[in-house]
């Protein structure tokens, strides 16, 4: 391992050539900055003051720095004779730990991509957009990267057999999976696309793809405003325009393999029709269905990985079992292990917030039983109290343990401690607490102190994980539009049991997984030195989270009842938040979020959505008049007459002006008549109840 003046004597030489830094997460191949390779630089005294800690050296590639790295993951002396057959000149050479080779070349003037198996398999080009590792790093297990050959040489120019292979990458039929004929090249499959997808999308794909392919802006750019007005109506074309500049930029940082990204152009947007004369195809859109109607697939309810295991476990425990309330037990759990160690690059943090609705009895107090005694066997003092007697005493709870798990055994007592008109504020304000905390995930979050209320508690990235339970007839009951639309219930996903009994297990066991107590104690171990591993997205998984990101906004445009868009709102940040739980459930040494991943959670928050909008949403919506009309009398009931103001107060969830309108029908029904009250020593005009119910 190299030491700290022999890093910085690195350091100053990287810099002297031009070359941008940037810090790694020690160990690993992650940025250690929130910006990844976009906070590197060439200010030397910064850069060492930043080594000071053990950090691993990135450099960002592509014209930023002046160098392209061929990248062979493979077996050292293949990479060589390759590099041979190749015609690869004299230039310097890493090894790195895992035994393959990076070969240093001088970037061309326009830029080169960056691209992955593209050009030959097993060999990845780092260009424009993207980052290596180099010397002295290490990995885990003390791995190094090292220089190989030619240390002390200039930068050989790109050999031309690169240009060849990437000319012939581009140059590759695209056929369906049937073996159907899409388009002679990856060029014919962008301009076929181009005539039946939207603008905004053909623009971004085109520009995306123009990039991997080694376009240079001004290319980018001609060709762009050349195609649109075959794809943009006139009357969109001054706005689409001024979009340009800002979609090139966007590409520019960002390369995805054309090859792939036209063949997923043609099968998610496009239906390839041929007339009869030729192989020449025509297109035209595909009829857009649903993201997901069906049942969660088999292996989104058994995902493998730690999850899987925990589930699994979890089901032998259960003399009555509820797979899908485990599931979701399990989620939370593995998020609250990677907690703090692990976001994706999109923010991503692990903290979910799950609901599980079964009847009393059908084996949904399993996971509190089952996780409390993993946790305890691994020694992980990590779950936390599920009982909270105020706003403050949820807030030091989670002060002692900022990434726990939370489970609460019946979460709609829980809400109905909240709801009535004599509720202490400490407690009425827990919602909002809560709110914040889930809102406050990568940032810092402030509360008050429970014996000290003007005292306040900071907490640096809290990123708890809730799993609450009850049944659905009492979540009904303390339920009101309330709680909906002011976003407290939205932040939960809800997963639904058996409407049935599920019939008794004789096989349940007391008996722990050894793997998943090791498993608990791997991460319990497992702390990062300098802030959470990033997880970084695929080209493939970051085209679906813009497509999720569009379909849930369409979600949202064809509700028409105000509760159910909520959830709709919230539905691509609940993918965010999963995918890296996902992705550290099947691998604990993740570095990216794959496209199985994201789509994976996906569809469950979407299942889930669909779910909580049938049971609960429409159940809310269906009576929110009627429950207003309640909550008021109530009020006036229990507490007596009072004035207007009070009663505003009181009320603060509803707007004044549905307020009014509540008390007026409430007025001509004869169920509460105007009156004079007493406030503050003085009669003024108030409300109370007649005692004639609704």
Not at 323 to 328: G, K, R, S
């Amino acid at each position: 391992m190299a030491t700290l003046e022999e890093i910085h004597g690195f350091i100053e030489q990287y810099c002297a050539k031009g070359w941008n830094l940037f810090p790694i997460v020690p160990g690993a191949s992650n940025p250690a900055t929130h910006n990844g390779f976009h906070a590197a630089h060439t200010d030397v005294e910064k850069l060492k003051k930043i080594y000071m800690k053990r950090y691993n050296i990135g450099l960002a590639t592509g014209k930023v720095s002046g160098v392209i790295v061929i990248d062979f993951d493979m077996k050292e002396a293949e990479a060589w004779q390759l590099a041979e057959d190749w015609g690869f000149p004299a230039t310097p050479v890493v090894r790195t730990p895992r035994g393959g080779l990076h070969f240093y070349f001088k970037c061309p003037d326009d830029g080169f991509p960056c691209t992955q198996s593209a050009i030959y398999k097993g060999v990845d080009t780092r260009g424009d957009g993207g980052y290596v590792v180099a010397p002295p790093s290490t990995r885990a297990g003390g791995r190094c990267y090292e220089w190989a050959d030619c240390e002390e040489e200039e930068l050989a120019g790109l050999p031309q057999s690169v240009f060849d292979m990437m000319k012939a990458y581009r140059e590759r039929p695209i056929r369906a999976a049937d073996g159907t004929l899409i388009a002679t090249d990856t060029d014919g499959a962008i301009t076929l696309a181009s005539g039946a997808v939207g603008a905004n999308q053909t623009l971004v794909t085109m520009a995306m793809s123009m990039r991997s392919l080694g376009f240079t802006e001004s290319m980018m750019r001609g060709a762009m405003i050349a195609a649109m007005p075959n794809i943009i109506p006139s009357s969109d074309r001054v706005v689409e325009e001024k979009e340009v500049e800002r979609i090139i930029k966007s590409a520019m940082t960002k390369s995805v393999g054309a090859h792939t990204l036209a063949r997923q152009i043609v099968k998610d947007s496009i239906e390839v029709v041929f007339d009869g004369e030729g192989d020449q195809p025509t297109a035209k859109p595909k009829t857009k269905t649903k993201y997901m109607d069906s049942e969660l697939t088999f292996e989104d309810k058994n995902p493998g990985g730690l999850i899987g295991m925990l589930k699994d476990s979890m089901l032998k425990h259960s003399n009555r079992k509820q797979p899908d309330l485990y599931l979701a037990a399990a989620i939370c759990a593995m998020g609250s292990l990677i907690a703090g160690k692990i976001v994706s690059d999109k923010g991503g943090w692990p903290s979910v917030f799950m609901l599980g609705v079964a009847e009393s009895g059908f084996g949904k107090d399993t996971p509190r039983k089952s996780l409390n005694k993993y946790f305890k066997a691994a020694e992980f003092d990590n779950m936390g109290a599920g009982d909270f007697g105020s706003d403050s005493g949820f807030v030091e709870d989670v002060k002692s343990k900022p990434n726990g798990l939370i489970i609460i055994d019946e979460v709609a007592h829980f809400f109905s401690s909240l709801k009535g008109n004599n509720v202490a504020s400490h407690l009425s304000s827990l919602p909002s607490t809560i709110m914040k905390m889930f809102s406050a995930t990568g940032n810092c979050f402030q509360g008050k102190a429970l014996k000290d209320r003007n005292k306040v508690i900071n907490i640096e990235s809290p990123c708890i994980n809730i799993f609450g339970m009850t049944t659905q007839g009492k979540l009904h009951a303390v339920m009101s539009s309330a709680e909906v639309l002011d976003g407290f219930l939205s932040r939960f996903l809800y997963i639904r049991g058996t409407k049935t009994l599920p019939r008794i297990s004789h096989d349940a066991s007391n008996e722990l997984d050894s793997n998943i107590v090791d498993a608990i104690r791997f991460w319990r171990n497992e702390m990062p030195l300098n802030g959470p591993v990033k997880l970084t997205h695929t080209d493939d998984a970051e085209l679906l989270m813009r497509d999720l990101a569009e379909h849930f906004d369409e979600r949202w445009d064809e509700e028409t009842n105000p509760i159910s868009k909520v959830f709709w709102t919230r539905a691509y940040e609940k993918v965010m938040r999963l995918a890296p739980i996902y992705a550290a459930s099947r691998d604990p040494d993740v570095t990216e979020i794959t496209v199985e991943d994201v789509n994976r959670a996906g569809r469950l928050v979407e299942k889930m959505t669909m779910q909580f909008i049938e049971d609960v949403a429409n159940n809310v919506s269906d009576s929110i008049e009627q429950r207003d009309k309640k909550d008021i009398l109530n009020i006036l009931i229990d507490l007596g007459p009072m004035s207007v103001q009070m009663l505003s107060r009181k009320t603060s969830y509803m707007s004044s002006r549905r307020r009014k309108e509540v008390l007026q029908d409430l007025i001509n029904c004869g169920t509460v008549r105007y009156a004079q009250v007493e406030s503050n020593g003085k009669m003024v005009n108030g409300l109370e109840a007649t005692g004639t119910t609704l």
